[in-house]
């Protein structure tokens, strides 16, 4: 995922981004708890793209109030 790609999304797809690579994520823990996990490289890169996003967020959020 892209920083340029999101800055182009309104704030409400990004929400629903947000939602969804949450799920994602949860779910990846989940199988790494139960040992079903073979590529562990996914959490980080889940982790990264949330923390992006996150970001993207709130700069827009931001940048709409003032």
């Given amino acids: 995922m892209k920083s340029n790609e999101l800055r182009e999304k309104s704030v409400d797809q990004l929400q629903e981004q947000l939602i969804k690579l949450l799920k994602e994520q949860f779910e990846y823990r989940m199988k790494q708890a139960t040992g079903q996990l073979g590529?562990?490289?996914?959490?980080?890169?889940?982790?990264?793209?949330?923390?992006?996003?996150?970001?993207?967020?709130?700069?827009?959020?931001?940048?709409?109030?003032?």
């Fill in 39 to 66: 590529q562990t490289h996914v959490i980080k890169r889940a982790r990264k793209d949330i923390a992006r996003l996150k970001t993207i967020l709130g700069e827009k959020t931001r940048g709409s109030q003032v």
